[in-house]
């Protein structure tokens, strides 16, 4: 028999009772004893029986004989009550008795157990969960190792300079519950946030109350660079020597690994997310160009699945628009690790094609070779659709879906270039409908809708296909007519949209009767350049207007010159009014019973420092169009108020001075003051203040002539009638305003002696204006004749050259001393 006590082995002998016959100083010293303490104790002191035998009373010594062992946890219990693993062979000797074979298997068990820990964890931390779902199985794990007082992981919260624990185990676990946070206002700094703050382990020796001696030690779990968590461990002083404290630092270490795993998964999951809900398409291949996997964005924008799509090449979504070139450019690119970028076309599943931009972006492993290319891809048929969408609303009018203006500048510019080519001639066609405010005015903005709707359908109906239409401002049409032969058919087409726009058109229970202009300039004849022709049609619709509804104009040079004078006159205007240029002349009105001046009728001059005299017939029109006849009736009204009151203070008292009004000015909202201030400023009544203007005037727009003369005529000032009898129904209207005098026009006066017509008209004129209590006056009187027939047929005054011409101030008032006496 071997001499126990010199092998290395931890040897026992027991009978077949478990009672220790024998025991080597070895396997005394594996529990703590001393050999002569165990000698006639039962075996099971030291091997008690496994958690899966616990009803063999014998220990685990005979659940080893009866064959029930196999790799069951199997554990020594030492002196002070503390097991650790170990293993066991158990040998029948001769005699009876059995030897028993006992190695310390903490090392393999704490490795195997890690081990196992590890794998748990890692396979956890895989499937996205953090610290804070297994740090309770990592205690429970170490405390099969380790049956410590108590151990706990918490984690490190670098805001609040703590740690914070998550769970704890042991008999002392109370020292450290859960949620616990450990921070530097603790009498003394935790060895946990040391450890923490440190990046390192820190121990530290505390004492319970009955001044036993434990160890705290904390070991940080290290990720690349942050501290992730920390596990703190409470030990009996004589069980943490160099061997314990070095596995603890593997835990920590390994621990530390796994979690930083935890977080690169969080961010991937992260990243992946993002890329899997991206707007953008995007696929995954390997090096090979294999698809490994698409995102949600590509399934919608090529219609294949996730399945349909992983495991083919890029290729499947081919068009075939792009040559064999481009493709080996691009894998040119990639192969050699670059990224490439580029438009190209693709099928969809349903064979429609699509645009878009790809990006394609090699991975490269750390030898720099390809592994993966991820590409990227940007539609851009929802981009150009989208852009379309913008391009629609700039360049079309919402109301008619017309071109707009814009538009129709651009594709003018292009039909030009064409037809200069090929010899075309075109004509730009620019159709105004008449009066349209005041069908907005008057119907309100919604019927105005419909209404140039339907002119705008009418005006398409004119036009043929290769033809072009365009709604250039509110009420305004152009239309390019291509490739007509002569001038003449433009024309024709002008006359057919007039005609067209003149058709009534019937609202709920109205008819509503418009008419239309038209401007036509011709290319290549007016000329190549289509901004002019714009501009050339446009100064031919201007011209049309002048004449009056239902015209159209051709553009000729004549006209251009016109145009080119009319605005030097504007910019000469300009400077007349500053540099003073613009004076009255004053016409008399003389009483035909009592031969006395009755009143003055102020007519404006302009002396034109190169032009010399300037006729107000060559110049109102031009002032109203610009709207500079504002500024000028101010002047003149002032200037004759100013007049007006001069002859007062001499002593001329009972005249009237008449100031000549356009119908510009009925949009002057200040008109009326302005006429107040001047009268108030000379203090002249204004029952001696008399405005002309004409029927036509009055006709343009009857509703606000008549608002407006209601409030000159509430203020006393008196009204004329110029001009009358050129504007025929006339007379119908004349008791709807507040008007004062008449004057008869011109023309009348001029044949009045030959013309038997002309007499009637005269004779008709005056008895209608004695009936409705009007003073009439005849314009024109330049012979005695005309003079006596007028008085004769009961005219109040006269005014023309034959009794005096229009005068300078001074020759006025030499005139008036002549007629009248003074009151
Ligand atoms: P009107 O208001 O009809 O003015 C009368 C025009 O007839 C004046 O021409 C006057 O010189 C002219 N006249 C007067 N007696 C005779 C005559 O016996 N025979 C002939 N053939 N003509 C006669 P004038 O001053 O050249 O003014 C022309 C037009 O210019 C005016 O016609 C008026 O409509 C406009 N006008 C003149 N001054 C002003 C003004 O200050 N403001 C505005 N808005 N218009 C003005
Ligand atoms: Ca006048
Ligand atoms: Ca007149």
Redesign the pocket.
């Known amino acids: 028999m071997t001499q126990i006590n010199d092998v290395s082995d931890a040897l026992i002998v027991i009978n077949e009772r478990g009672v220790i016959l024998r025991i080597n100083p070895v396997a005394a010293s594996l529990f703590d004893y001393h050999a002569e303490e165990l000698i006639g104790k039962h075996i099971k002191t030291i091997l008690p029986p496994t958690n899966q035998n616990p009803t063999e009373e014998k220990g685990v010594v005979f659940e080893v004989l009866k064959g029930q062992m196999e790799s069951v946890y199997k554990k020594g219990l030492k002196k002070n009550g503390f097991s650790f693993p170990i293993d066991l062979f158990v040998v029948p000797n001769m005699d009876g008795s059995y030897t028993c074979v006992v190695k310390d298997d903490t090392s393999r068990f704490f490795h195997e157990q890690i081990e196992t820990m590890a794998n748990v964890v890692l396979r956890r931390v895989l499937i996205g969960e953090g610290l804070e779902h297994f740090a309770a199985f990592i205690l429970e794990q170490l405390q099969e190792v380790f049956p410590f007082p108590l151990m706990w992981i918490g984690q490190y919260e670098k805001e609040e300079q703590g740690v914070l624990v998550m769970s704890s185990l042991g008999v002392l676990s109370q020292m450290a519950s859960p949620r616990t946070l450990f921070t530097h206002t603790d009498k003394a700094v935790h060895p946990a946030v040391l450890a923490c703050e440190r990046m390192t382990t820190v121990s530290d020796e505390v004492a319970d109350e009955n001044g036993n001696l434990y160890k705290m030690i904390a070991f940080p779990f290290l990720s690349k660079k942050d501290v992730v968590g920390v596990l703190t461990v409470l030990s009996p002083k004589e069980q943490m020597n160099h061997i314990v404290l070095n596995r603890f630092e593997n835990i920590a270490l390994r621990l530390g690994m796994i979690l930083q795993i935890s977080e690169d998964q969080k961010f991937l999951r992260l990243l992946s997310t993002a890329i899997s809900s991206a707007m953008n398409a995007v696929f995954i291949t390997e090096q090979h160009g294999k698809i490994i996997w698409v995102n949600e964005a590509f399934t919608h924008l090529t219609g294949y699945t996730f399945e349909e799509s992983v495991g083919k090449n890029p290729s499947f979504l081919y068009s075939g628009l792009q040559p064999p070139e481009f493709y080996k450019e691009m894998w040119h690119t990639i192969k050699s690790g670059r990224s490439w970028r580029g438009e190209l076309v693709d099928r969809h599943k349903d064979g429609s094609l699509f645009t878009i931009e790809q990006m394609i972006t090699p991975i490269l492993d750390y030898e720099g070779r390809v592994t993966h290319y991820v590409a990227v891809y940007d539609d851009l048929t929802a981009r150009k659709d989208a852009e379309g969408k913008i391009m629609h609303l700039s360049n079309y009018d919402q109301l008619t879906g017309l071109p707009n203006r814009s538009l129709f500048h651009e594709k003018l510019k292009q039909i030009i270039l064409k037809a200069s080519k090929v010899n075309e001639c075109i004509a730009v066609l620019f159709v105004d409908i008449s009066s349209f405010n005041r069908v907005n005015d008057t119907l309100g903005h919604a019927a105005g809708d419909q209404i140039l709707k339907i002119m705008a359908d009418r005006v398409i109906g004119c036009v043929t296909s290769k033809d072009w239409v365009a709604r250039i401002d509110g009420d305004e049409f152009a239309i390019i007519l291509r490739d007509i032969q002569q001038p003449d058919e433009a024309g024709d087409i002008a006359h057919q949209i007039i005609r067209q726009i003149q058709e009534p058109i019937k609202m709920d229970k109205d008819e509503i009767v418009l008419g239309g202009c038209a401007g036509i300039s011709i290319f290549p004849y007016d000329t190549r350049d289509s901004e002019k022709l714009i501009n050339y049609a446009d100064m031919s619709l201007f011209k049309a207007k002048k004449a009056g509804p239902n015209s159209y104009f051709f553009f000729s040079q004549q006209l251009n010159t016109e145009i080119e004078e009319r605005l030097k006159l504007e910019q000469d205007m300009r400077k007349a009014l500053i540099q003073n240029e613009f004076f009255l002349?004053y016409?008399p009105q003389v009483d035909l019973k009592t031969g006395h001046v009755s009143g003055w009728?102020?007519?404006?001059r302009w002396r034109h420092p190169q032009k010399g005299l300037i006729?107000?017939?060559l110049f109102?029109s031009a002032a109203e169009d610009t709207g500079l006849?504002v500024p000028?009736?101010t002047f003149?009204m002032e200037e004759a108020v100013k007049q007006l009151k001069s002859w007062n203070k001499m002593g001329y008292k009972d005249m009237t001075m008449a100031?000549?009004?356009?119908s510009a000015q009925f949009e002057d909202r200040d008109f009326l003051e302005t006429i107040q201030k001047v009268l108030k400023k000379y203090r002249v009544r204004s029952k001696t203040f008399e405005l002309?203007l004409t029927e036509s005037l009055l006709m343009k727009d009857a509703r606000k002539a008549q608002e407006i003369l209601c409030l000159l005529s509430e203020s006393g000032i008196r009204i004329a009638v110029?001009?009358f009898g050129t504007g025929y129904s006339s007379l119908n209207y004349l008791h709807r305003f507040p008007v004062n005098k008449l004057k008869i026009d011109?023309s009348f006066v001029k044949d009045i002696i030959s013309d038997k017509e002309n007499i009637a008209i005269v004779k008709a004129i005056i008895s209608l204006g004695h009936i409705l209590g009007l003073e009439v006056v005849a314009?024109?009187?330049?012979d005695a004749k005309q003079l006596h027939l007028l008085k004769r047929l009961g005219c109040d005054s006269i005014?023309?050259?034959?009794l005096g011409?229009?005068m300078s101030p001074e020759d006025a008032t030499l005139f008036l001393q002549k007629k009248n006496k003074k009151s």
Do not use: K, W
Request: net charge negative; hydrophobic share 40%; aromatic share 10%.
């Open positions: 002349n016409q009728e102020a007519l404006v006729s107000p017939n109102i006849i000028l009736f003149v100031v000549n009004m356009s002309e110029d001009d011109r314009e024109g009187v330049e005014q023309g050259f034959y011409v229009p």
